[in-house]
């Protein structure tokens, strides 16, 4: 066999092939995701790395190792949930040993390296679990590497016994996990690596190019949810599913996963020449991101709400999805509880994009920003983010409405819109709305039209009534630094600037059209917050008050003082007090306090 070497252009093919075969079976694979969390991703995880593996081979190659590298940093890039992961690491070690033989284009090399990294594919895992994707990557290696089959053989000699191999072990997981039977269906990641590795067998040993065509190159791999949920599946133990890349790592591998391992479950890790792809199941996701923001430069994440799918697969409440954007604010045990979608803001501090909300709550911004020499900023959600939860939303519900911050704030009520016009196969109604508000009286606006849906209100009456009363909230704010807002263009620049100049401490709210405005000006807090009261007051004597909320931006003393005061002034409790979202705390700055009101106008 020493004598036989590979040509890496039918390498680089059969890779590629593997890859679109992969693609290809997406959603065959989304459908039988069952274990560990039955979130129904597998397949779009898996299809996203392929597609990842596609774009980044494109350029020429010169030799095999010149392919298994570029193979390597594709798949850290591109790597996503568990199965993702163990294929990113698994790559990887094929790469790093290949690395170690004297003979980089030999079949014994290649061989050899495909053995030695299944040790790196368990170790990426916390809990190795066999039955799954880790089994039918080690049954083929090991029967690629059958001494008595190799000698003087070429690579397309070996793979097809390999193959029935990693057929037969894929088969056998059914029998392995009591999950996979209950539900008689063979592992989503086991079968993922098998169609792979046929794609790959067939092209090298037959040149035999994948059937169906790779996906458009204006189509980006979506996440496709199946709508056949399987009845036993799990409350996962931890709410989100966690993915982070880093890059300019200082630790290991093992020093990464016994930091990880008391922050959550499903927890692997992949390292490689300073890159690392981390995949955890956790309640703090914040904390995650800040404890990894201290051995590298986070380049990617994402956060998926395991939890709030799980209610919505098993106990949905109405069959109309009601989405908002996270600077609405409100309690995160209400927006659980009543299933209600937040596509998160991204907030940019650094080199780094956190994920409002999720991988960064307000009073983590103050500290992370402060020492920052340039002015944090935020962005809307992206146009794949949207198109990925409407995927997943069409397969659940009747209707989605969508209730976005005001239009004159932020570009997310066009994108997602956009989104919107983009889902013509759908039968799934969406209505987007701009609720000429922010913060807490957007919070509060959505609060109003999930009583509507639960009661049963018909979706055309539902945007119409949303539409309404839309313009019956309000939001005034305490602001005891003028700069974040002017900075941000919150408030008009001249405005502000006179304002700051002479130390008036102004109320800042929205008019009609949801653009900030400046009133009642003051030279203290204090003074401030007589005005702020006296304004509610004259609000509450023209119009009845329905509810309200305090929020605060790392503010909570003066807001409870706010809230005593209040409950004083309205006779009742408001409906919730709670810290302001991170895009807000950037405009408002810290110390902000601010209180939104729903009013009801005569004959309501």
């Given at each position: 066999?020493?004598?036989q070497s590979i040509?890496?252009?039918?390498?680089?093919f059969?890779?590629?092939?593997g890859a679109?075969q992969?693609i290809?079976?997406k959603?065959e694979?989304?459908q039988?995701?069952v274990f560990p969390?039955s979130d129904?991703?597998?397949?779009s995880n898996?299809?996203?790395?392929?597609?990842?593996?596609?774009?980044e081979?494109?350029?020429e190659?010169?030799?095999?190792?010149?392919v298994?590298?570029?193979?390597?940093d594709a798949?850290?890039?591109g790597?996503r949930?568990?199965?993702?992961?163990?294929?990113?690491q698994?790559f990887?070690g094929?790469?790093?040993?290949?690395?170690?033989?004297e003979?980089?284009d030999?079949?014994a090399?290649f061989?050899?390296?495909?053995?030695l990294?299944?040790?790196?594919?368990?170790?990426a895992?916390?809990n190795p679990v066999e039955?799954?994707i880790?089994?039918?990557i080690?049954?083929?290696?090991?029967?690629l590497?059958d001494?008595?089959?190799?000698?003087?053989?070429?690579?397309e000699?070996l793979?097809?016994?390999a193959?029935?191999e990693?057929?037969?072990?894929?088969?056998?997981?059914?029998?392995?996990l009591?999950?996979l039977?209950?539900?008689?269906?063979?592992?989503?990641g086991a079968?993922?690596?098998y169609?792979?590795?046929e794609g790959f067998?067939?092209?090298f040993?037959n040149k035999q190019t994948?059937?169906?065509?790779?996906i458009q190159?204006?189509d980006?791999v979506?996440i496709?949810?199946s709508?056949?949920?399987?009845?036993n599946?799990?409350k996962?133990?931890y709410?989100?599913?966690?993915?982070?890349?880093l890059e300019?790592v200082?630790?290991t591998?093992e020093e990464i996963?016994?930091k990880l391992s008391?922050?959550?479950?499903?927890?692997?890790?992949a390292?490689?020449?300073?890159k690392?792809?981390?995949?955890?199941?956790s309640?703090?996701p914040d904390?995650?991101l800040?404890y990894?923001?201290t051995?590298?430069?986070?380049?990617?994440?994402?956060?998926?709400d395991?939890?709030?799918?799980y209610?919505v697969?098993?106990?949905k409440?109405?069959p109309?999805?009601l989405?908002t954007d996270s600077?609405a604010d409100l309690p995160a045990e209400?927006?659980l509880?009543?299933?209600?979608?937040?596509l998160p803001?991204?907030?940019l501090?650094?080199?780094?994009?956190?994920i409002?909300k999720v991988t960064?709550?307000s009073?983590?911004?103050?500290?992370?920003n402060k020492?920052?020499?340039?002015r944090?900023t935020s962005a809307?959600?992206?146009l794949?983010?949207i198109?990925?939860?409407?995927?997943?939303?069409?397969?659940?519900?009747?209707?989605?409405?969508?209730?976005?911050?005001a239009?004159k704030?932020?570009?997310t009520?066009?994108?997602v819109?956009e989104?919107a016009?983009r889902?013509t196969s759908?039968?799934?109604?969406?209505?987007?709305?701009?609720?000429?508000?922010?913060s807490?009286?957007?919070g509060?606006l959505?609060m109003?039209?999930n009583?509507?849906i639960?009661?049963?209100?018909p979706f055309d009456e539902?945007?119409k009534?949303?539409?309404?009363?839309?313009n019956?909230?309000k939001?005034l704010v305490?602001?005891?630094n003028?700069d974040?807002?002017i900075?941000s263009g919150?408030?008009?620049q001249?405005?502000g600037k006179?304002a700051k100049?002479?130390n008036?401490?102004?109320?800042?709210?929205?008019n009609?059209?949801g653009?900030?405005?400046?009133?009642?000006?003051a030279f203290?807090?204090?003074?401030n917050?007589?005005?702020?009261?006296?304004?509610l007051?004259?609000l509450?004597?023209k119009?009845?008050?329905?509810r309200?909320?305090v929020?605060h931006?790392?503010?909570?003393g003066?807001?409870?003082h706010w809230?005593?005061?209040?409950?004083?002034q309205f006779?009742?409790?408001?409906?919730?007090m709670?810290?302001?979202?991170?895009?807000i705390?950037?405009s408002?700055?810290?110390?902000s306090?601010?209180?939104?009101?729903?009013?009801?106008?005569?004959g309501?």
């Amino acid at each position: 066999m020493n004598g036989q070497s590979i040509d890496y252009q039918e390498l680089l093919f059969a890779f590629q092939q593997g890859a679109v075969q992969l693609i290809n079976e997406k959603k065959e694979l989304n459908q039988i995701n069952v274990f560990p969390v039955s979130d129904g991703d597998t397949g779009s995880n898996l299809a996203s790395l392929m597609q990842t593996i596609l774009e980044e081979t494109k350029d020429e190659s010169t030799s095999v190792i010149d392919v298994l590298e570029k193979i390597a940093d594709a798949s850290l890039l591109g790597a996503r949930g568990n199965s993702g992961i163990i294929f990113a690491q698994y790559f990887n070690g094929i790469y790093n040993n290949l690395l170690l033989q004297e003979e980089k284009d030999s079949v014994a090399s290649f061989v050899k390296s495909v053995k030695l990294a299944i040790k790196e594919a368990y170790q990426a895992i916390s809990n190795p679990v066999e039955g799954t994707i880790i089994t039918v990557i080690r049954t083929w290696a090991e029967a690629l590497n059958d001494d008595e089959q190799i000698h003087g053989h070429g690579l397309e000699k070996l793979l097809p016994k390999a193959l029935t191999e990693a057929e037969q072990a894929l088969k056998n997981t059914t029998k392995q996990l009591k999950i996979l039977q209950r539900n008689q269906v063979v592992d989503a990641g086991a079968k993922g690596f098998y169609i792979f590795i046929e794609g790959f067998t067939r092209a090298f040993v037959n040149k035999q190019t994948a059937v169906k065509t790779m996906i458009q190159d204006d189509d980006s791999v979506k996440i496709e949810v199946s709508e056949s949920r399987h009845s036993n599946a799990v409350k996962p133990n931890y709410r989100y599913c966690t993915e982070i890349l880093l890059e300019q790592v200082t630790q290991t591998k093992e020093e990464i996963q016994e930091k990880l391992s008391t922050y959550g479950d499903s927890l692997i890790v992949a390292v490689n020449r300073g890159k690392a792809r981390i995949h955890i199941h956790s309640n703090q996701p914040d904390q995650v991101l800040s404890y990894l923001n201290t051995i590298g430069q986070p380049v990617q994440q994402k956060a998926d709400d395991m939890l709030l799918q799980y209610q919505v697969n098993t106990h949905k409440k109405a069959p109309i999805a009601l989405v908002t954007d996270s600077i609405a604010d409100l309690p995160a045990e209400y927006v659980l509880s009543n299933q209600i979608h937040v596509l998160p803001m991204n907030i940019l501090i650094g080199n780094t994009s956190y994920i409002d909300k999720v991988t960064i709550q307000s009073h983590q911004f103050f500290e992370l920003n402060k020492n920052q020499s340039e002015r944090a900023t935020s962005a809307q959600p992206t146009l794949k983010t949207i198109e990925n939860l409407f995927s997943f939303l069409e397969t659940k519900y009747e209707a989605i409405l969508v209730i976005t911050v005001a239009e004159k704030l932020s570009g997310t009520f066009h994108t997602v819109k956009e989104a919107a016009k983009r889902m013509t196969s759908s039968s799934t109604r969406i209505e987007v709305i701009d609720s000429k508000q922010n913060s807490a009286a957007q919070g509060l606006l959505v609060m109003r039209a999930n009583e509507w849906i639960q009661a049963g209100l018909p979706f055309d009456e539902l945007v119409k009534q949303v539409e309404i009363k839309r313009n019956q909230f309000k939001i005034l704010v305490s602001v005891d630094n003028l700069d974040p807002m002017i900075d941000s263009g919150r408030i008009p620049q001249f405005i502000g600037k006179i304002a700051k100049k002479v130390n008036l401490k102004p109320i800042v709210s929205l008019n009609g059209e949801g653009e900030g405005k400046l009133s009642n000006f003051a030279f203290s807090l204090e003074k401030n917050e007589i005005k702020v009261l006296q304004q509610l007051k004259k609000l509450q004597e023209k119009n009845n008050i329905k509810r309200y909320a305090v929020i605060h931006a790392n503010a909570q003393g003066r807001a409870t003082h706010w809230e005593s005061k209040l409950i004083e002034q309205f006779g009742f409790e408001p409906n919730y007090m709670m810290d302001i979202s991170t895009v807000i705390a950037m405009s408002a700055g810290q110390g902000s306090v601010a209180v939104a009101v729903e009013i009801e106008e005569s004959g309501d």
